[in-house]
C-alpha cells in the first residue's frame, strides 16, 4: 500500500507555531485588478491576448516521420477529392479518390485529432501539452482552396483540441477542458476569430452530435453525456467505461466507448446495450473510436481493427464486417451507404466500394511493428528503446500501458505527466499509444485483454518494465500477467476466444526485460550474458542524430531518467548470438515492419558532438560560486552559453540550468536566467513555465524559509544508525531503528544552535548520532529577538511582491490566470492580505468547476474553512498539544496518540480492507507525526535498513508520504516520504536539494509498520 501525496488531505493544524500568519495593509485596488470577477479587467486581458499568444510547435525532426504517422480523421471534399490528418502534423491529399495520396505542406508538428470540410473551406484541429509548462494549446489550421494550402487560425485561449463540427452559424470544437472557458465544448459564430463556451458540464469531451433539431450531445472519457441546451451529465456508462463516440439516430442517440461499450438511447436518459453477433467475453476488449451514418446504415469500428460493425436499419440489427488487417480504426466516412473510407495507426487508408463488405489499402504502410513496449504507465515507458528501432532501424513501434492515469492530483498543473507521456509517444515516431488498462481486471482478463493487444500489433520483439526491485525479471504480478499474455496470444485456443474479432494467434519471437544494472564492460555477444545498453548519447550514422534528439519531446522528468536502459533478452526463438546482444538481434528484416519515411541527413554532427562541452559549461555556470559583486561576469557567461544553444535544445538546456541553480540554492541567479527567458521567448512554453517558475520561487512560504538558512556541506557518509531490540510481546517483532538525518536547515529545528533547542526523547537502547552544523543565518530581517525565523515579519512583504509580479505576468500571458495552481496562489496571498472577499471570490472560480478533480476539491476545502465549518471537512484532525514529549520508538500506544484525533488514508490504488492513519501534535521544539499502516496480504517485513543515502528510492517499498503546505497555495510543500524499512526522502519544490533534519522511528511486524517523526 502507497499512499497518495497529500495534496487533497493537508490539515488544518491550529494553533501551530508554523501556521503562516495573514497580512495586513495590501491595497484593496490590488485585489480587485487581480480578480477575474472584475468586468474591466476582462475586457483588457481580452484585448492584449495576441500579446500572449504561442508559437505553433513545428519541428522539422517530428515531421520528418509523417509519412508514417497514425491518421486520426478523413474528410470528404469533392467527388475525387479527400483530405487526411493525423500525428505529427501530417496532412495527406489525394486528388482521384484514393488512389494516390500526396503530403501537403504542413505549418504544425502536433497531433491533429479532426478535419472537416464544407465546400472548399476546410479546418484541422488538433493541439500539444507544453513539455515544461503542461499548459493544454490548441491547434487550429484553416484551408480556403480545399486543402492544397492552409494557414494559421489564432486559438490562444483554446486547449487542445480533439474534435471538430462545421455548422451554418457556427463552428464547434472540443478536447480538452478549460478552466478559463469553463468548457470542453467551444464555438466561433465570427469565423475563428473568436471564441466561447458552447456547452458545460462536461470535461475532456471524445466525441459531439447533433440531432435533427439542433440539439448538441456531447460524450465523455467518464462515461457522461449531455445534451444542449441543459447539458446535465448523464450517466450513460460507467467511469471505467470513457465514451468515444456519439450519433443522432432519429430522435434517439447512440454512444460507443471502451469495453465493447455501445448503447442506444430513445431520449439520452434510459440506455439499453446494443446488441451484436460477437462473443461476449471477447466484446469487453473492443473499443469503438467511431460512428459514421448514411441514411438508415450506420458503421461502427474502433480496436481491434479487423471489424467494422454494420446496421442497415437504423440500429435494429447488426452484422460483423471484416478489415483484412489489425491496426485500430480512428475514423470511417461514408458518402453514400457504399463508398467508404476508414483511416487508422501507422498511417493506413483502407477504401470499400460494397458498404463495408470488403475492404482493400489505398496506402503500403507497416502491417505490424518490430518492437511492442510494454510500461506500468504510459512516462515508465522504454524511450530509449522505442527511439533506436524508430530512428536507428526505421522500424514500426508501437507502446502499450498497463494501468490508467492516478487519481491522485498534480500540484503543479492540470495535465498530468501519463497525458504528456502519451503525446511524446507519438510524436517520437511509435505507431500508437495503447492504453490497456487491468486495474480493474482480474488475472485471467487481465492475462486476455493483453493477449489481445499483442496479437493485433504482431511484434517480433516485446520488450517490458523490470522489477520494482531492480532484479533481472518481471516482477511478481506484472511479470504473470506478461508472460500469461505472450504465452497465450500464440496458443490455439486463443483463436477459439477471439473468433468472432477475426483476430488470429500471434508468437512472439523475443522477449526482453528492463534491467536496472548496467552490463559488465566485459559482456560481449559471445559470453552469452543477455544483458545489453542503450545510451542516449550515440550518435546515429545515417541521421546525424544521437538518440538523445529524438528524446526532446518528453517531459523534464521522464527526459532526465532516459539517459540509459539497460536490457536483457529473457528468451528468444532465434539460436543466434546476436539476439542476447542487442534488442532487435536474431529478428529477421522482414518488410511489413519498415517505415517508408526517409530519415537520411536530418542532423549537424557538429552540433551534437558539442553537446558534451555545452554540458559542461551549464555545470560551471551551476557550481561557479563567485562573489555578488562578480555576478555580471557570471550573467555575461550565462548569456553567452544561452545564445550558442541550438534552437531545438534551447528549452531542455535552460530548464536543466534553472533546475542545477535551485538545487544548489542559487535563487538568484535561477530568478534571473528565468526572466531572461521570457524575455528571449515570449512566443514559446519555455515563457510560460518559467513565468509559473517565477511565481512559485516568489510566493512560496516553505521556499523562502528553506532560501533564508545555510547550507552545510553535502554529506555523502552517513551517520551509523543503531539499533535496539523492541521489548514488545507476541510473534512476528523485529527491531526498532531510530534514524537521524546529517540536515542543517528545518522547519521544526527553530534555533540557531548547532543542535535543537531539545532532541525529541528515544527509547533506551537507541541512539542518534547528531551531526549539524548549522551557521546563522545571512538576513536577520525575518528573525525575532531570539534569532528565530518568524513568519509574520515575511508575510507582507512577500504577498505584495508577488501579486504585484502576478499582475505583470497575467497581462503578458492571460491564459496563466485561468490555471488551477495559479489561482490558488492568487486565493492564498489575497487571504494573507485579508482581503476575503476577493480571496472568497477567487476560490469560487475553482469550487463551481467540478471537472477540475483535485482542484475542486481542494478549493471547497478552503472554503470550507474560510465559512467556519471546519467540522465538516473529513480529512481535518487537529494537531494535539504534546505536554510529555513522545518516546520516539516506533510504538503508538502512548496517551498521546491513543487519545489524539486522527486521519485515515487511502492510496490510489490501494485494495486494504484497513486504511493507514496518521495523528499529529506539537510541542515547542517539535511537530509530531505517528503513522500506523496495515500490511497488504500479510507480507513479510523488510530488513530494517542501517545506512541509507540521501532521498532514497522508495518506490519499490510500502512508504508514506506527507505534504506540508504551510502557506496552503498547494503549489509548494515541504514533502517527506518514510518506508516500511526505515528510508526516507525529502524535497521542497521538488528539490532534492532539500535537505532538513528531522527524526524518525520505524517498527515493524507480521501485520503492520509504524512511524514516529519528530
Avoid at 471524445?206 to 433539431?213: C, E, L, P, R
Avoid at 522504454?382 to 492530483?409: F, N, P
Wanted: glycine residues 6%; hydrophobic residues 35%; proline residues 4%.
Amino acid at each position: 500500500m502507497t499512499t497518495c501525496p497529500l495534496h487533497k488531505m493537508k490539515p488544518q493544524l491550529h494553533n501551530l507555531s508554523v501556521q503562516v500568519l495573514w497580512i495586513t495593509g495590501l491595497l484593496l485596488c490590488q485585489a480587485s485588478r487581480l480578480s477575474a470577477q472584475n468586468p474591466e479587467v476582462q475586457a483588457q486581458a481580452a484585448s492584449r491576448l495576441s500579446g500572449g499568444t504561442l508559437t505553433l510547435p513545428n519541428d522539422p525532426v517530428v515531421k520528418a516521420l509523417a509519412q508514417d504517422a497514425t491518421l486520426r480523421s478523413i474528410a470528404y471534399v469533392t467527388e475525387d477529392r479527400l483530405i487526411a490528418v493525423g500525428d505529427r502534423g501530417t496532412i495527406l491529399s489525394t486528388h482521384d479518390a484514393g488512389r494516390n495520396w500526396q503530403l501537403v505542406a504542413s505549418l504544425t508538428s502536433v497531433n491533429l485529432q479532426d478535419v472537416q470540410f464544407v465546400g472548399q473551406t476546410g479546418l484541422a484541429v488538433g493541439g500539444w501539452i507544453g513539455k515544461e509548462s503542461g499548459i493544454s494549446c490548441a491547434a487550429i489550421l484553416k484551408s480556403k482552396d480545399g486543402g492544397n494550402t492552409w494557414e494559421i487560425l489564432t486559438a490562444e485561449r483554446l486547449p487542445r483540441l480533439t474534435g471538430l463540427m462545421i455548422q451554418p452559424d457556427r463552428w464547434l470544437c472540443w478536447g480538452d477542458y478549460s478552466p478559463e472557458l469553463r468548457s470542453s465544448v467551444f464555438q466561433s459564430r465570427d469565423g475563428g476569430l473568436s471564441w466561447q463556451s458552447a456547452a458545460g458540464g462536461l470535461a475532456q469531451v471524445n466525441g459531439a452530435a447533433t440531432s435533427a433539431a439542433g440539439q448538441l450531445a456531447v460524450v465523455n472519457g467518464r462515461g457522461q453525456m449531455a445534451i444542449e441546451p441543459k447539458s446535465i451529465p448523464q450517466q450513460a456508462s460507467s467511469r471505467h467505461q470513457p465514451l468515444q463516440a456519439i450519433a443522432a439516430i432519429g430522435a434517439g442517440w447512440l454512444v460507443a466507448g471502451h469495453n465493447g461499450r455501445l448503447v442506444h438511447s430513445p431520449d439520452g436518459g434510459l440506455w439499453s446495450d446494443v446488441m451484436l453477433p460477437i462473443d461476449p467475453t471477447a466484446r469487453q476488449f473492443c473499443c469503438w473510436n467511431t460512428i459514421a451514418r448514411h441514411g438508415e446504415h450506420i458503421w461502427v469500428g474502433g480496436s481491434p481493427g479487423s471489424l467494422i460493425l454494420h446496421s442497415a436499419d437504423k440500429g435494429v440489427s447488426w452484422q460483423v464486417l471484416p478489415t483484412g488487417q489489425n491496426h485500430n480504426l480512428n475514423e470511417l466516412i461514408f458518402v453514400d451507404h457504399k463508398r467508404g473510407w476508414a483511416v487508422g495507426s501507422a498511417g493506413i487508408i483502407l477504401a470499400t466500394r460494397d458498404g463495408g463488405r470488403s475492404w482493400y489499402h489505398q496506402r503500403h504502410q507497416p502491417s505490424r511493428c518490430a518492437l511492442l513496449t510494454i510500461a506500468q504507465s504510459p512516462e515508465s515507458t522504454a524511450w530509449l528503446g522505442l527511439a533506436s528501432t524508430i530512428w536507428d532501424q526505421r522500424k514500426s513501434c508501437a507502446a502499450v500501458s498497463l494501468t490508467s492515469q492516478s487519481t491522485c492530483m498534480e500540484s503543479r498543473n492540470s495535465n498530468s505527466r501519463p497525458s504528456m507521456a502519451t503525446q511524446a509517444i507519438t510524436q517520437l515516431g511509435a505507431a500508437e499509444h495503447d492504453l490497456c488498462d487491468i486495474s480493474q481486471d482480474d488475472s485471467d482478463t487481465a492475462v486476455f485483454r493483453l493477449a489481445l493487444k499483442i496479437a493485433c500489433w504482431r511484434p517480433d520483439v516485446v520488450l517490458t518494465f523490470p522489477s520494482a526491485s531492480g532484479d533481472k525479471s518481471i516482477s511478481n504480478v506484472e511479470r504473470t500477467t506478461v508472460l500469461a499474455a505472450v504465452s497465450l496470444a500464440s496458443e490455439d485456443r486463443f483463436q477459439s476466444m477471439v473468433s468472432s474479432l477475426h483476430v488470429r494467434p500471434w508468437r512472439v519471437g523475443k522477449l526482453v526485460t528492463e534491467v536496472s544494472t548496467a552490463p559488465a564492460v566485459s559482456a560481449t555477444a559471445s559470453s552469452g550474458s543477455g544483458q545489453y545498453a542503450e545510451q542516449a548519447q550515440r550518435v546515429m550514422r545515417e541521421t546525424g542524430l544521437a538518440l538523445w534528439d529524438t528524446l526532446l519531446g518528453l517531459p523534464s522528468e521522464d527526459r532526465l531518467q532516459a539517459q540509459q536502459l539497460n536490457m536483457r533478452t529473457l528468451w528468444s526463438l532465434s539460436q543466434n548470438r546476436s539476439s542476447q546482444a542487442d534488442l532487435l538481434g536474431g529478428v529477421a528484416d522482414y518488410p511489413e515492419t519498415r517505415l517508408s519515411s526517409q530519415l537520411k541527413s536530418m542532423g549537424n554532427y557538429q552540433l551534437v558532438m558539442g553537446r558534451a562541452h555545452r554540458d559542461r559549461i551549464a555545470e560551471q555556470l551551476i557550481m561557479d560560486r563567485t562573489e555578488l559583486q562578480h555576478n555580471e561576469r557570471w550573467q555575461n557567461e550565462c548569456r553567452f552559453y544561452c545564445q550558442s544553444l541550438p534552437v531545438r535544445e534551447s528549452s531542455d538546456a535552460i530548464s536543466r540550468l534553472v533546475y542545477g541553480l535551485l538545487q544548489h540554492q542559487q535563487w538568484h541567479r535561477g530568478t534571473w536566467v528565468l526572466e531572461q527567458s521570457i524575455a528571449a521567448y515570449p512566443r514559446e512554453d519555455l515563457a510560460l513555465w518559467a513565468s509559473m517558475q517565477l511565481l512559485q520561487l516568489s510566493g512560496s512560504a516553505e521556499l523562502e524559509h528553506w532560501s533564508l538558512a545555510d547550507k552545510a556541506s553535502f554529506e555523502t557518509n552517513l551517520p551509523n544508525v543503531k539499533q535496539a531490540p523492541h521489548e514488545g510481546t507476541g510473534s512476528g517483532q523485529v527491531a526498532t531503528a531510530l534514524y537521524e538525518d546529517d540536515r542543517t536547515s528545518s522547519p521544526f529545528t527553530e534555533s540557531s544552535e548547532s543542535k535543537p533547542t531539545r532532541q525529541p526523547a528515544r527509547s533506551s537502547g537507541t541512539e542518534v548520532v547528531v551531526a549539524s552544523a548549522q551557521q546563522p543565518l545571512e538576513d536577520t530581517s525575518n528573525l525575532d529577538q531570539g534569532g528565530r525565523y518568524d513568519p509574520a515579519r515575511s508575510t507582507g512583504r512577500r504577498s505584495r511582491h508577488w501579486l504585484k509580479r502576478a499582475e505583470s505576468v497575467f497581462r503578458q500571458y492571460p491564459t496563466l490566470r485561468s490555471q488551477p495552481s495559479v489561482i490558488m496562489q492568487l486565493a492564498a496571498h489575497l487571504n494573507s492580505a485579508n482581503h476575503h472577499v476577493s480571496h472568497q471570490s477567487v476560490l469560487t472560480e475553482l469550487v463551481d468547476q467540478t471537472e477540475l478533480g483535485g482542484w475542486h476539491q481542494a478549493a471547497r476545502q478552503e472554503m470550507t474553512l474560510l465559512q467556519g465549518q471546519a467540522s465538516q471537512l473529513p480529512w481535518l484532525a487537529r494537531a494535539a498539544i504534546a505536554h510529555t514529549a513522545p518516546e520516539l520508538d516506533g510504538q503508538l500506544s502512548e496517551p498521546l496518540w491513543q487519545a489524539n484525533q486522527m486521519i485515515q488514508l487511502s492510496g490510489a490504488e490501494s485494495s486494504a480492507k484497513i486504511d493507514p492513519e496518521i495523528r499529529w501534535a506539537y510541542d515547542n521544539d517539535f511537530l509530531y507525526l505517528a503513522i500506523w499502516c496495515p500490511r497488504k496480504d500479510n507480507q513479510p517485513s523488510k530488513a530494517s535498513a542501517t545506512q541509507r543515502t540521501h532521498d532514497a528510492e522508495l518506490q519499490s517499498l510500502d512508504h508514506v508520504e506527507v505534504s506540508l503546505d504551510i502557506d496552503r497555495d498547494y503549489v509548494t510543500a515541504y514533502e517527506f516520504a518514510v518506508a516500511e524499512n526505515g528510508l526516507t526522502s525529502d524535497r521542497c519544490m521538488n528539490l532534492s536539494g532539500y535537505n532538513p533534519k528531522w527524526y524518525r522511528c520505524v517498527a515493524q511486524s507480521d501485520t503492520h509498520w509504524c512511524a514516529e517523526i519528530a
